[in-house]
């Protein structure tokens, strides 16, 4: 192997092993929440990566941390990914595409060449959704898609809102709408795959196409507490019973349709006693697919089918918007140069789309983005298990500075 990429490999091992102590779970995977004493050490260390390798790094106000190299233009291209995780996660998800995009800052730094565009390489805050279940947060900002009344109704589970919590980090949420940025001309982002297509058809790298589209609802269906002994079957108003016949639909639903998944990975039953009929429960749904139809077909059949519920039960319930992108396409022009690359540099390859959410979508729905990803073992993610080789990231690392050097060549 080149001691160029040996160099590459070694430095993403290390930092990825710094980077995974800052967790709340330790032994137990990364757990690291926005607005944690967990994500500030890991922005603190990030922010001193991105100095040593002589980028001018600042911490914005959507709580990313940004370095930039100057170019001869002020307009920037954006390589990065996220920094927060899910609880439990690995030790790879999002953060493993930051320290891949200091290693490409690195790269172009110690090549001397004169930048045409600007480059600056962030670590997005917030992109999973995991403490207040909406997500792709820095996207947004620097999109200008959110208000500060929007952070207000945001919360976690102790009841904290995005905005509480921005404040107590030391942000200002309410100037949360004047961070539109109007300079990024792309975005790039380098990600594990997160599945198992690559590491089954034994390839290094992927090239995304399209990232799929999501559709985040919370629903609450509202009963009513009463004694699990006394009260007869046919005058229960029992909350999870009535539940499980609308959740029990939506896998199979979503098995009637190609590429298209549907998830309820969060359910709270209230007050949750076992000789206590359910007062209220609360679920959210993640349905995801490549078209917009599909997802929505899916959506609106949950909603008739909690009528047809409220309707036999007499129990009521509500839902609350959580989150909607549109399924993205990846940028042809960026692909093309992964492409090359890739042939130049003789590593195997394959087109496909992305199941998992990602930073780029928000993005790529605005302007050009695109991601490359490397094989997960055994297709694990969102688990202490999750694990991609140093040596496949080192590759992701070459095919983007690559592309970053011919994308911000001087016109
Ligand atoms: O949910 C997702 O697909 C991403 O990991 N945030
Ligand atoms: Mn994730
Ligand atoms: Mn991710």
Redesign the pocket.
């Known amino acids: 192997m080149n001691n160029e990429l040996k160099k590459i490999e070694d430095n993403i091992v290390k930092a990825l092993e710094a980077l995974q102590k800052f967790t709340a779970t330790p032994g137990c995977g990364v757990t690291r929440f926005p607005y944690t004493k967990e994500a500030r050490e890991a922005c603190a260390y990030l922010k001193e990566r991105m100095e040593e390798v002589g980028l001018a790094v600042r911490l914005d106000n959507s709580g990313a941390v940004i370095g930039r190299l100057e170019g001869k233009s002020p307009a920037t291209i954006m390589i990065g ?2 920094f927060d995780s899910v609880r439990h996660g690995g030790a790879y ?2 953060i493993a ?1 930051v320290v891949c995009a200091i290693e490409v800052a690195r790269l172009l730094k110690e090549s001397g060449m004169e930048l045409g565009y600007s480059l600056e390489i962030i670590a997005t805050n917030d ?2 959704g995991a403490r207040f279940n909406a997500g792709l947060f820095t996207g947004k900002v620097l999109l200008g898609q959110l208000t500060s009344d929007e952070l207000k109704a945001q919360v976690d589970a102790y009841g904290v809102s995005v905005y509480q919590a921005m404040a107590a980090y030391g942000l200002k949420p309410e100037e949360i709408a004047e961070h539109k940025r109007d300079d990024i001309k792309a975005f790039i982002e380098i ?2 795959e ?1 599945g198992p297509v690559l590491e089954a058809e034994h390839k290094e790298i992927g090239i995304v196409d399209v990232i799929v589209g999501i559709k985040r609802a919370r629903i609450r269906i509202n009963g009513r507490a009463d004694h699990a002994g006394t009260m007869p079957m046919h005058m229960r108003k029992d909350a999870l019973e009535q539940a499980t016949k609308v959740i029990s639909k939506i896998g199979d639903r979503a098995r009637l349709f190609r590429n298209c998944v549907a998830t309820v990975g969060y359910l709270q039953v209230e007050p949750n006693v076992m000789n206590i009929i359910p007062q209220s429960v609360t679920f959210v749904v993640d349905i995801r697919g490549v078209d917009e139809e599909t997802i929505m077909t899916q959506y609106y059949s949950l909603l008739a089918d909690l009528d047809k519920m409220s309707l036999e039960s007499g129990l009521t319930y509500d839902v609350e918007n959580l989150l909607y992108v549109e399924p993205v396409l990846m940028d042809e022009g960026i692909k093309g140069h992964f492409e090359i690359s890739c042939i130049e540099r003789q590593y195997d390859y394959m087109h496909l789309p992305s199941g ?4 780029a979508q928000i993005f790529g729905a605005q302007l050009p983005a695109a991601m490359l990803f490397v094989p997960s073992a055994g297709g694990r ?1 969102h688990c202490p298990e999750e694990k991609s080789e140093a040596k496949d990231l080192a590759k992701a690392v070459l095919v983007a500075y690559d592309t970053i050097a011919a994308v911000c060549e001087p016109k």
């Open positions: 990914s996220h998800d999002g595409g992109e999973e990600h594990i997160q998992a959410g990602h930073d993610s």
